[in-house]
C-alpha cells in the first residue's frame, strides 16, 4: 500500500485514506470533499493542544498519587487523608445535584430491549457481517452444538439422535416457562394452525391457546401455508418454526423444525481493543467495513470446508400481525461504533507541524461521516442517531472533552445537534469515582454505561503502583472495590434515569466454549442490573438470551433502586497486601498464568495483526480475549517486580518457558511464527516482555504505545 502524502488544508494525509475518503465515504452524504478536510484540519489542529493538555494531567495526577503514597508507605493508611488528598489534587471531583439524562432519538434496542452484545473487530467483514445478522439465532443450533446439551460421547458431524431429542425436550420447557399453554404443555401440541390471524394450539383433538395471548404476535405464511409463530416475551420474540418435512422435524408431533431467538439486540463494532489498528493500511480497512455496514451493501466472501461462501447482511423478517396487518421485525443487530480514547495517535493524518493527529479524533469524523449513509436509509438506527462507544476516559473534563469533539463533528458534517450519541466505558479509576460527573457532560448524549473489569482492574494496578504489592488476579474478583465497583455502575445508572432509556452494561464472557457454565452463571449480570451485557459469539448471544426472558430486567431495576448503595470509601480501597506470605510456587504459579495469557496474545497481535481471538489458557481452555487481558496481566507481573515479589531473572526465565508452551499450542497454525528458541529474533516475544518490564513507565498501565511500536517494527 502507498505510503504517499496528500497535502492539503495544512494536512498530510495518507493517499489511500484521502483516496477512500473521497470516492467511497463522501459520495451520497452532501458533504463536500472542501467540507471534510477543512472541518477535519481545523478541529484538528484546534482540539490537538486540549488533547495533549488533558494527557498532561492524567500525567500529573499520577505523579501526584504516586507521590502520597512514598510519602505514606510506612504510615497506617488512613483512607479520610487519602480522600481528602484526592479531592485537593482534583482527581475526585465534588459531586453535583441529582439530575436525569436528556438523550433523545434512541432506538428501542437501547432504550425497551434488554438483551445480549456482541463486540466484533471491524476489521473482519465476515466476522462483523456474522455479529450483525446475531440478531436472529436457531436455538435449536445454538443448544446441539455447545455444552449445554450434556452427551457421553463428543459433538460430530454425524447427527445423534438422541442429543436432538434433548434439544427439543430443552426448547419445550424454554416455551413452558415463557409461552405456557393453558392446561397444557408444549410437548403436547401435536398442531397450530391460524384462524382469523389468531393462534390456535391442538393437541388429541382439543383446541387450547396460550394462557397470555398479549405474547402471540403474528405469523408466517410459506406457499399459503403457516411457516412460522412469532411470539414475543420480556420486549424479545421468539419465531417457532414450522416445516414437518424438515429432518429436525421429525421427532416433533407439532412439526416443529427450530426456535428462531432475538438474540444480539445490539452489536459494537469495534475499533480499539480487539483490533491491531496501527497505520492508514490498518484503518480504511475498518473504515470500509463500517462504511459497507452502513450502506448495507458490505460481503465477505470465504471458503469454508472447501465450499465458497457468501455473507452480507440479512433482511427484515416480515410476517403477519395478528390484526391481519402485514408487518416486519428489524433484521439485523443496532450497530453500535467503539472508536479509540484520547491516547494514541495515527500516521494515516499529519498535523501542520508534523505530528500524528489524535486517533480519536480521526475516528469521530471518519465514522460519522460513513454513519451519514444510515440516516439517509435508516437501515440501522431508525431513528437517526449516530452511536459512538468512547473508551479508557480518566473523568469529567475527558468526558467533557468527547462532547466537544461531536460537537465540532455535528458542525462540520451539517448534522444536527446531539445527533452523535456517546457511550461512556467505566473501566478508569477516575471515572468510576466521579461517574455522576462524567454522565452529567453528556446528559444530553449517553446512551451506555458498563463495567469492564479487565481494563478497571489494570487502572486500579497502575494507579496505587506505589501503594504496595497486588493482590492476585482471582482474588480481586472478590475483593471489596471489584464489587462496589459493579454495583456504583448500576446505582449511578439508576439514579440518572438510564432505565428504559439507555443501556447499562456489564463486561464479557470470555470462555466461548463453556456455554453451560455460561449459562449457569451470567445471569447474575441481569441480577446486578444489566439490561445489556457482552457475550464472545452469536451462539453465546443466543444462549444468554434466555436469560431476558427469564428476567424482566425492568423489573429488576425498580427493585435495585431501592438497595443500598455503593459506598465511595469501598471505591477507593486499595487491593494490596503489605505483607504476602506466598510461597515461591504460588508466586510463580501466578506469574506464569499472566505471562501465558500475555504472550498467547502478543504473538498473535505483532505476528499477524490479530487484535481479538480465542487464546488457549496455561490449561488449554480457550479465552477470547483482546487488549484488556493484556492490560490487567502485564500490570500484575509489574507491580510484583516492583515490590520485589519476583524477580526480573525469575520472570524473564518464565516468560520462555511459558513461550514454548505458547509455541505448541500454536503448532496447527500454518501462519504462526514461532517465538523459541530465537528469543531474541523475536519481535513478539520482545514486545510481551516490554509490557512487563516497563510496565510500571506505560500510561495509565496501557499497551497500546509498546504494541503499536513493535507491530509497525514487524510490518516494515
Same mark, same amino acid.
Given at each position: 500500500?502507498?505510503?504517499?502524502?496528500?497535502?492539503?488544508?495544512?494536512?498530510?494525509?495518507?493517499?489511500?485514506?484521502?483516496n477512500?475518503?473521497?470516492?467511497?465515504?463522501?459520495?451520497?452524504?452532501?458533504?463536500?470533499?472542501?467540507?471534510?478536510?477543512?472541518?477535519?484540519?481545523?478541529?484538528?489542529?484546534?482540539?490537538?493542544?486540549?488533547?495533549?493538555?488533558?494527557?498532561?494531567?492524567?500525567?500529573?495526577?499520577?505523579m501526584?498519587?504516586?507521590?502520597?503514597?512514598?510519602?505514606?508507605?510506612?504510615?497506617? /493508611?488512613?483512607?479520610?487523608?487519602?480522600?481528602g488528598?484526592?479531592?485537593?489534587?482534583?482527581?475526585?471531583?465534588?459531586?453535583?445535584?441529582?439530575?436525569?439524562?436528556?438523550?433523545?432519538? #434512541?432506538?428501542?434496542?437501547?432504550?425497551?430491549?434488554?438483551?445480549?452484545?456482541?463486540?466484533?473487530?471491524?476489521?473482519?467483514?465476515?466476522?462483523? #457481517?456474522?455479529?450483525?445478522?446475531?440478531r436472529?439465532?436457531?436455538?435449536?443450533?445454538?443448544?446441539?452444538?455447545?455444552?449445554?446439551?450434556?452427551?457421553?460421547?463428543?459433538?460430530?458431524?454425524?447427527?445423534?439422535?438422541?442429543?436432538?431429542?434433548?434439544?427439543?425436550?430443552?426448547? $419445550?420447557?424454554?416455551?413452558?416457562?415463557?409461552?405456557?399453554?393453558?392446561?397444557?404443555?408444549?410437548?403436547?401440541?401435536?398442531?397450530?394452525?391460524? $384462524?382469523?390471524?389468531?393462534?390456535?394450539?391442538?393437541?388429541?383433538?382439543?383446541?387450547?391457546?396460550?394462557?397470555?395471548?398479549?405474547?402471540?404476535?403474528?405469523?408466517?405464511?410459506?406457499?399459503?401455508?403457516?411457516?412460522?409463530?412469532?411470539?414475543?416475551?420480556?420486549?424479545?420474540?421468539?419465531?417457532i418454526?414450522i416445516?414437518?418435512?424438515?429432518?429436525?422435524?421429525?421427532?416433533d408431533?407439532?412439526?416443529?423444525s427450530?426456535?428462531?431467538?432475538?438474540?444480539?439486540?445490539?452489536?459494537?463494532?469495534?475499533?480499539?481493543?480487539?483490533?491491531?489498528?496501527?497505520?492508514?493500511?490498518?484503518?480504511?480497512?475498518?473504515?470500509?467495513?463500517? #462504511?459497507?455496514?452502513?450502506?448495507?451493501?458490505?460481503?465477505?466472501?470465504?471458503?469454508?470446508?472447501?465450499?465458497?461462501?457468501?455473507?452480507? +447482511?440479512?433482511?427484515?423478517?416480515?410476517?403477519?400481525?395478528?390484526?391481519?396487518?402485514?408487518?416486519?421485525?428489524?433484521?439485523?443487530?443496532?450497530?453500535?461504533?467503539?472508536?479509540?480514547?484520547?491516547?494514541?495517535?495515527?500516521?494515516?493524518?499529519?498535523?501542520?507541524?508534523?505530528?500524528?493527529?489524535?486517533?480519536?479524533?480521526?475516528?469521530? /469524523?471518519?465514522?460519522?461521516?460513513?454513519?451519514?449513509?444510515?440516516?439517509?436509509?435508516?437501515?440501522?438506527?431508525?431513528?437517526?442517531?449516530?452511536?459512538?462507544?468512547?473508551? $479508557?476516559?480518566?473523568?469529567?473534563?475527558?468526558?467533557?472533552?468527547?462532547?466537544?469533539?461531536?460537537?465540532?463533528?455535528?458542525?462540520?458534517?451539517?448534522?444536527?445537534?446531539?445527533?452523535?450519541?456517546?457511550?461512556?466505558?467505566?473501566?478508569?479509576?477516575?471515572?468510576?469515582?466521579?461517574?455522576?460527573?462524567?454522565?452529567?457532560?453528556?446528559?444530553?448524549?449517553?446512551?451506555?454505561?458498563?463495567?469492564?473489569?479487565?481494563?478497571?482492574?489494570?487502572?486500579?494496578?497502575?494507579?496505587?503502583?506505589?501503594?504496595?504489592?497486588?493482590?492476585?488476579?482471582?482474588?480481586?474478583?472478590?475483593?471489596?472495590w471489584?464489587n462496589?465497583?459493579?454495583?456504583?455502575?448500576?446505582?449511578v445508572?439508576?439514579?440518572?434515569?438510564f432505565?428504559?432509556?439507555?443501556?447499562?452494561?456489564?463486561?464479557?464472557?470470555?470462555?466461548?466454549?463453556?456455554?453451560?457454565?455460561?449459562?449457569?452463571?451470567?445471569?447474575?449480570?441481569?441480577?446486578?442490573?444489566?439490561?445489556?451485557a457482552?457475550?464472545?459469539?452469536?451462539?453465546?448471544?443466543?444462549?444468554?438470551?434466555?436469560?431476558?426472558?427469564?428476567?424482566?430486567? /425492568?423489573?429488576?431495576?425498580?427493585?435495585?433502586?431501592?438497595?443500598?448503595?455503593?459506598?465511595?470509601?469501598?471505591?477507593?480501597?486499595?487491593?494490596?497486601?503489605?505483607?504476602?506470605?506466598?510461597?515461591?510456587?504460588?508466586?510463580n504459579?501466578?506469574?506464569?498464568?499472566?505471562?501465558?495469557?500475555?504472550?498467547?496474545y502478543?504473538?498473535?497481535?505483532?505476528?499477524?495483526?490479530?487484535?481479538?481471538?480465542?487464546?488457549?489458557?496455561?490449561?488449554?481452555?480457550?479465552?477470547?480475549?483482546?487488549?484488556?487481558?493484556?492490560?490487567?496481566?502485564?500490570?500484575?507481573?509489574?507491580?510484583?517486580?516492583?515490590h520485589?515479589?519476583?524477580?526480573? $531473572?525469575?520472570?524473564?526465565?518464565?516468560?520462555?518457558?511459558?513461550?514454548?508452551?505458547?509455541?505448541?499450542?500454536?503448532?496447527?497454525?500454518?501462519?504462526?511464527?514461532?517465538?523459541?528458541?530465537?528469543?531474541?529474533?523475536?519481535?513478539?516475544?520482545?514486545?510481551?516482555?516490554? +509490557?512487563?518490564?516497563?510496565?510500571?513507565?506505560?500510561p495509565?498501565?496501557?499497551?497500546?504505545?509498546?504494541?503499536?511500536?513493535?507491530?509497525?517494527?514487524?510490518?516494515?
Amino acid at each position: 500500500m502507498s505510503k504517499k502524502y496528500i497535502n492539503t488544508e495544512n494536512l498530510s494525509i495518507s493517499e489511500n485514506l484521502y483516496n477512500f475518503i473521497n470516492t467511497e465515504a463522501i459520495p451520497g452524504t452532501e458533504v463536500t470533499k472542501d467540507q471534510f478536510w477543512k472541518g477535519l484540519s481545523k478541529v484538528g489542529h484546534e482540539l490537538n493542544s486540549k488533547n495533549i493538555e488533558l494527557l498532561r494531567i492524567r500525567k500529573k495526577i499520577q505523579m501526584d498519587i504516586d507521590r502520597w503514597h512514598l510519602e505514606n508507605y510506612e504510615k497506617e /493508611f488512613n483512607l479520610n487523608e487519602y480522600r481528602g488528598y484526592l479531592e485537593k489534587i482534583g482527581y475526585l471531583k465534588k459531586e453535583g445535584p441529582d439530575f436525569i439524562i436528556k438523550t433523545k432519538n #434512541l432506538d428501542q434496542e437501547i432504550s425497551s430491549i434488554g438483551g445480549p452484545q456482541l463486540v466484533v473487530p471491524i476489521m473482519n467483514a465476515r466476522y462483523a #457481517l456474522n455479529a450483525a445478522n446475531a440478531r436472529w439465532m436457531s436455538l435449536y443450533d445454538s443448544l446441539y452444538g455447545t455444552d449445554v446439551i450434556s452427551s457421553e460421547e463428543s459433538i460430530s458431524e454425524r447427527y445423534d439422535p438422541e442429543r436432538g431429542l434433548q434439544v427439543i425436550n430443552y426448547t $419445550k420447557d424454554f416455551l413452558d416457562n415463557n409461552f405456557k399453554i393453558q392446561n397444557l404443555s408444549w410437548k403436547k401440541v401435536d398442531h397450530i394452525s391460524i $384462524k382469523d390471524h389468531n393462534l390456535v394450539l391442538h393437541a388429541n383433538k382439543k383446541i387450547t391457546q396460550l394462557e397470555d395471548n398479549n405474547k402471540y404476535i403474528g405469523y408466517r405464511l410459506e406457499k399459503q401455508k403457516i411457516s412460522g409463530i412469532i411470539l414475543k416475551n420480556n420486549n424479545l420474540h421468539v419465531e417457532i418454526i414450522i416445516n414437518p418435512s424438515a429432518f429436525s422435524a421429525k421427532g416433533d408431533p407439532a412439526g416443529i423444525s427450530d426456535i428462531i431467538i432475538e438474540s444480539a439486540i445490539s452489536t459494537i463494532c469495534d475499533h480499539e481493543d480487539s483490533v491491531a489498528a496501527v497505520d492508514a493500511e490498518d484503518k480504511i480497512i475498518g473504515y470500509r467495513n463500517w #462504511l459497507g455496514l452502513m450502506k448495507k451493501d458490505l460481503v465477505a466472501e470465504f471458503e469454508k470446508d472447501g465450499k465458497k461462501l457468501r455473507r452480507k +447482511l440479512n433482511p427484515n423478517r416480515n410476517y403477519i400481525s395478528k390484526l391481519g396487518k402485514k408487518e416486519n421485525l428489524h433484521g439485523r443487530a443496532l450497530l453500535l461504533n467503539r472508536n479509540v480514547g484520547h491516547l494514541m495517535t495515527n500516521s494515516a493524518v499529519l498535523l501542520q507541524d508534523g505530528s500524528e493527529i489524535p486517533e480519536g479524533i480521526l475516528d469521530a /469524523f471518519v465514522t460519522s461521516l460513513c454513519a451519514i449513509h444510515d440516516l439517509k436509509n435508516k437501515n440501522n438506527s431508525r431513528t437517526g442517531s449516530i452511536y459512538i462507544v468512547k473508551p $479508557k476516559q480518566h473523568g469529567p473534563d475527558e468526558t467533557s472533552f468527547t462532547d466537544l469533539l461531536f460537537s465540532k463533528v455535528e458542525e462540520v458534517l451539517g448534522l444536527k445537534k446531539f445527533t452523535i450519541k456517546c457511550g461512556i466505558m467505566d473501566e478508569e479509576r477516575r471515572t468510576t469515582v466521579n461517574l455522576k460527573e462524567c454522565i452529567r457532560t453528556l446528559e444530553d448524549r449517553v446512551f451506555f454505561i458498563n463495567t469492564g473489569f479487565l481494563d478497571r482492574t489494570g487502572d486500579e494496578m497502575h494507579t496505587s503502583m506505589e501503594a504496595g504489592p497486588m493482590i492476585k488476579k482471582g482474588d480481586m474478583k472478590i475483593s471489596a472495590w471489584i464489587n462496589a465497583y459493579e454495583n456504583n455502575n448500576v446505582d449511578v445508572g439508576l439514579k440518572c434515569g438510564f432505565s428504559g432509556v439507555a443501556q447499562i452494561g456489564k463486561g464479557m464472557w470470555a470462555m466461548p466454549d463453556k456455554m453451560s457454565d455460561m449459562l449457569k452463571q451470567k445471569i447474575n449480570h441481569l441480577e446486578a442490573g444489566a439490561n445489556c451485557a457482552w457475550v464472545p459469539s452469536p451462539t453465546a448471544a443466543a444462549l444468554h438470551a434466555l436469560h431476558y426472558h427469564k428476567i424482566n430486567i /425492568f423489573d429488576k431495576h425498580i427493585k435495585l433502586k431501592g438497595r443500598q448503595k455503593a459506598k465511595l470509601d469501598d471505591l477507593l480501597n486499595i487491593p494490596i497486601v503489605k505483607k504476602p506470605n506466598w510461597s515461591v510456587e504460588e508466586i510463580n504459579n501466578e506469574i506464569s498464568n499472566s505471562a501465558q495469557t500475555i504472550l498467547g496474545y502478543v504473538v498473535r497481535w505483532i505476528d499477524q495483526g490479530i487484535g481479538c481471538s480465542k487464546v488457549p489458557d496455561i490449561n488449554n481452555i480457550g479465552l477470547m480475549e483482546d487488549r484488556a487481558t493484556l492490560r490487567i496481566s502485564s500490570q500484575q507481573i509489574t507491580n510484583w517486580l516492583y515490590h520485589g515479589i519476583c524477580s526480573r $531473572k525469575q520472570v524473564l526465565e518464565i516468560m520462555k518457558k511459558m513461550a514454548k508452551v505458547v509455541d505448541d499450542q500454536n503448532r496447527n497454525d500454518k501462519l504462526y511464527q514461532k517465538m523459541s528458541p530465537n528469543y531474541d529474533r523475536s519481535i513478539a516475544f520482545k514486545t510481551a516482555c516490554e +509490557l512487563v518490564f516497563q510496565g510500571k513507565d506505560q500510561p495509565s498501565g496501557y499497551t497500546e504505545p509498546l504494541l503499536h511500536l513493535n507491530r509497525l517494527i514487524k510490518k516494515n
